[in-house]
């Protein structure tokens, strides 16, 4: 059987054993899916590449903490959102934050896909989505396109409950007036 036709379970214990044919196969399964979900968060192409690649070798090394093969996908994709949220937290502390229009698509499978990418309404919102204010538009990608709810939107931006839920309340109202205005 070649490694394309392996199923997860198996490519991840030939990983554990180090297998470099299998680690390529499961990059090359999840590489578009992750960087499109750091490149939602940092803005920046090219530390999004960085945060993929990070990423992935900090799976690797960590496949034996992983319980269940079956949630790879998702469990990959906790470590890309948190070393993304790390990298935009470290970059507003030093006032970084990037403000340009980086056009990308989402192709993941819980976001929006390349179809509905093209529907002009969705390209108006994530055009206003990328207007807001940096902690608006981070907290509508995680709770929209990410899909977390508030409890895991406050752990990640160490929000409490409340402040999260009026944060996120307060950049749909934001987004709804940007929108109205176009």
Not at 85 to 112: C, F, M, R, S
Not at 149 to 162: F, H, K, R, T
Request: hydrophobic share 35%; net charge neutral; aromatic share 8%.
């Amino acid at each position: 059987m070649t490694s394309t036709n392996q199923n997860i379970e198996q490519l991840l214990q030939l990983c554990q054993s180090g297998n470099q044919r299998a680690q390529l196969e499961i990059y090359n399964r999840y590489n578009k899916a992750m960087y499109n979900t750091a490149i939602r968060i940092v803005k920046d192409s090219f530390k999004a590449e960085d945060i993929m690649q990070e990423s992935f070798l900090t799976a690797f090394t960590k496949l034996n903490s992983l319980q269940d093969p079956n949630v790879f996908g998702a469990w990959l994709k906790r470590i890309v959102v948190n070393n993304s949220i790390g990298y935009y937290n470290k970059a507003v502390k030093q006032n970084e934050v990037p403000l340009d229009n980086v056009i990308y698509k989402v192709e993941d499978d819980n976001g929006i896909n390349e179809n509905e990418q093209n529907n002009e309404k969705v390209k108006q919102i994530l055009d206003a989505m990328k207007t807001l204010k940096p902690n608006y538009s981070l907290s509508l990608s995680l709770h929209l396109i990410e899909g977390y709810d508030y409890e895991e939107i406050g752990d990640i931006m160490n929000l409490s409950y409340a402040n999260c839920r009026t944060l996120i309340s307060r950049a749909k109202e934001s987004l709804r007036k940007k929108l109205v205005l176009n």
